[in-house]
């Protein structure tokens, strides 16, 4: 999928750079990974920022001053450009058995009324994005849609922007995990739990997503790492 809130205003980045940033937001904190293109065509993690949030700020209720005043004091300023991944207390989303016809208009609309119930909120509420999976017979098809409040995705903007940046993109924490570990190099968790500021990825995949152990992943410490450096591939690549 592309960025929730490309159909709400939010544009995509995808001007190619040496480096990139992106950032998970959790309930208190923004975890940031910074990614450096190398000689040899791999990309290597050049580093980790923890940014802790004041009680509130993922709220929405302080303005963004706290979040500004943390981009602001601890990154440095020649790099202003990140992608944002948020996790499942910030993001709704579900699969959609499509029956008509695969016009997109059509299928925008259906996906936005489903997001907008989801989140118990009228459907210009939302910023969204959804992706037709094959289908499984003639006429008929499942869409799989991820969707945010649209005044947080406004905010978040707001607060990026306030601290001198530009928010790249958002996007859900398994779609930036998954594009970092398929593309991660290295055999197994155990090797990629030796040294995160010294993982390295490729431009393309190294494994099957069915070949993860998602559920193991998900509950370690390595998780909130590999989805920022999937949101910094993301706004890359």
Do not use: N, Y
């Amino acid at each position: 999928m592309r960025s929730i809130g490309q159909r709400s205003g939010l544009t995509g980045w995808r001007r190619q750079r040496a480096s990139a940033w992106g950032g998970v937001l959790d309930q208190q904190e923004i975890l940031v990974a910074a990614l450096s293109a190398q000689q040899t065509g791999a990309v290597r993690v050049q580093g980790f920022e923890r940014l802790h949030l004041p009680e509130g700020l993922v709220h929405l209720s302080d303005g963004g001053g706290g979040w500004q005043r943390a981009l602001r004091g601890q990154l440095p300023k020649r790099l202003r450009t990140m992608a944002l991944a948020i996790t499942e207390t910030h993001c709704r989303q579900g699969l959609l058995r499509w029956q008509g016809p695969q016009d997109h208009r059509i299928l925008a609309a259906e996906v936005q009324l489903e997001a907008a119930a989801a989140w118990g909120v009228d459907p210009a509420a939302v910023g969204f994005d959804f992706q037709c999976q094959a289908q499984a017979s003639e006429g008929a098809g499942t869409v799989v849609w991820a969707a945010c409040l649209r005044e947080a995705l406004d905010q978040w903007q707001q607060h990026v922007r306030g601290a001198g940046w530009r928010l790249a993109g958002v996007e859900p924490e398994q779609q930036a995990a998954q594009r970092a570990v398929v593309c991660l190099r290295g055999d197994t968790l155990q090797h990629w739990a030796q040294s995160p500021q010294d993982w390295q990825f490729d431009r393309t995949p190294q494994r099957a997503a069915t070949d993860v152990d998602w559920l193991s992943l998900k509950g370690g410490a390595l998780w909130m790492p590999l989805v920022a450096c999937g949101a910094a591939m993301g706004a890359w690549f």
